[in-house]
């Protein structure tokens, strides 16, 4: 036989190969196997189609030919068992498709083949348990959700054995909260009405109470803070106009009405406990905290220098850093409009 007889056979052939393969019957529905590809020439996918309906094992592919969706119908072009790879072959994701909607229950893995997460879908809602997993396997969150929301129990892990709980209602916060520490001692207490804080919350430390705040529909109406002056009390923020270290190991408290404490802590626990709703940062070097409503501008010390104007004299100069010069600008901007409203 000649050569040229050869290839149009072969070409014949592949003719009808291909014709069989990527099939569009007389209704312009997709039939049969198919397989599809980029410009390229590279594989999208390859699968069996009835009807125009996917049928049977169905696969998607990354440009350089690594297997990245396996679909396994077993309801034509409706349902079927899902799984995902990265481009290296580990697996993502586990799942079942109803109509293109997550249906049933989901894995989800990191790249070390480990269980990060496992969920429950109602057609693409997210309904039931969702957990997601630590490295080492244990539970760090776990939350119910009802018509895509959070609604039920809540628990999440911090950081090795102590977590924070709660219940969601609708999508909110509702009622009480509580976490405790690694030493299962209790850290905060709280409640919440309609997703935001509402009513008391406490905070502790090692056990102790240090912050009592009270809450009106979201609104912080009063947090009263803990201070050793040498003896135990609980204080206004509100009250307070001018913080300070004193030493290593101690604080000086200045009240709006001029009442001076000296704290026998570091000045850290109590920064750590005011909050940053209604202070200012007066000196960073000097870790000074100012009452931003008791700045009422500059003026001068003895040498020409700036120093903090305030509604409450603390009995000593405190001056102010580049940021502090930046609050103070703001601040006078803010009274001046005032002054004008009136």
């Known amino acids: 036989m000649k050569p040229y007889l050869i290839l149009s056979a072969a070409a014949l052939l592949a003719g009808l190969a291909c014709n069989a393969q990527n099939s569009i019957d007389k209704q312009g529905r997709k039939q049969g196997h198919w397989i599809k590809t980029d410009k390229n020439g590279a594989k999208i996918y390859e699968g069996d189609f009835k009807d125009n309906k996917e049928v049977g094992t169905f696969d998607y592919f990354y440009p350089d030919g690594t297997l990245r969706i396996r679909n396994v119908y077993t309801k034509p072009g409706e349902y079927c068992s899902h799984e995902a790879y990265d481009q290296k072959g580990r697996k993502l994701a586990t799942g079942f498709y109803n109509k293109k909607n997550r249906d049933g229950h989901w894995n989800f893995y990191a790249e070390s083949g480990k269980l990060i997460k496992s969920a429950e879908y109602r057609m693409g809602i997210k309904e039931g348990q969702h957990v997601i997993f630590t490295s080492a396997g244990d539970t760090a969150e776990l939350t119910t959700y009802k018509d895509n929301h959070r609604d039920g129990r809540w628990w999440k892990r911090v950081n090795l054995n102590g977590y924070?709980?709660?219940?969601?209602?609708?999508?909110?916060?509702?009622?009480?909260?509580?976490?405790?520490?690694?030493?299962?001692?209790?850290?905060?207490?709280?409640?919440?009405?309609?997703?935001?804080?509402?009513?008391?919350?406490?905070?502790?430390?090692?056990?102790?109470?240090?912050?009592?705040?009270?809450?009106?529909?979201?609104?912080?109406?009063?947090?009263?803070?803990?201070?050793?002056?040498?003896?135990?009390?609980?204080i206004s923020i509100y009250n307070i106009a001018v913080m300070m270290p004193r030493g290593q190991n101690k604080s000086i408290i200045v009240m709006k009405n001029g009442t001076k404490y000296t704290n026998e802590e570091p000045v850290e626990n109590l920064y750590g406990r005011i909050g940053n709703e209604?202070?200012?940062?007066?000196?960073?070097?000097?870790?000074?905290?100012?009452?931003?409503?008791?700045?009422?501008?500059?003026?001068?010390?003895?040498?020409?220098?700036?120093?903090?104007?305030?509604?409450?004299?603390?009995?000593?100069?405190?001056?102010?850093?580049?940021?502090?010069?930046?609050?103070?600008?703001?601040?006078?901007?803010?009274?001046?409009?005032?002054?004008?409203?009136?």
Not at 173 to 198: A, S, T
Not at 323 to 331: A, E, H, Y
């Open 164 to 234: 924070i709980t709660g219940t969601y209602v609708k999508g909110g916060l509702e009622g009480k909260l509580v976490e405790y520490d690694d030493n299962g001692k209790l850290c905060r207490e709280g409640y919440y009405h309609n997703g935001v804080k509402h009513g008391n919350y406490f905070y502790y430390e090692d056990g102790v109470l240090t912050v009592e705040e009270h809450w009106n529909d979201g609104t912080l109406m009063d947090r009263l803070v803990r201070v050793l002056t040498p003896k135990e009390q609980m």
């Open 278 to 342: 209604i202070f200012s940062q007066a000196n960073k070097k000097g870790r000074v905290m100012v009452a931003t409503a008791c700045v009422n501008g500059l003026k001068k010390d003895v040498e020409g220098r700036d120093v903090l104007d305030l509604s409450t004299d603390p009995g000593f100069e405190i001056y102010p850093d580049e940021d502090c010069m930046k609050m103070v600008t703001s601040r006078l901007h803010d009274i001046n409009n005032e002054h004008v409203g009136d």
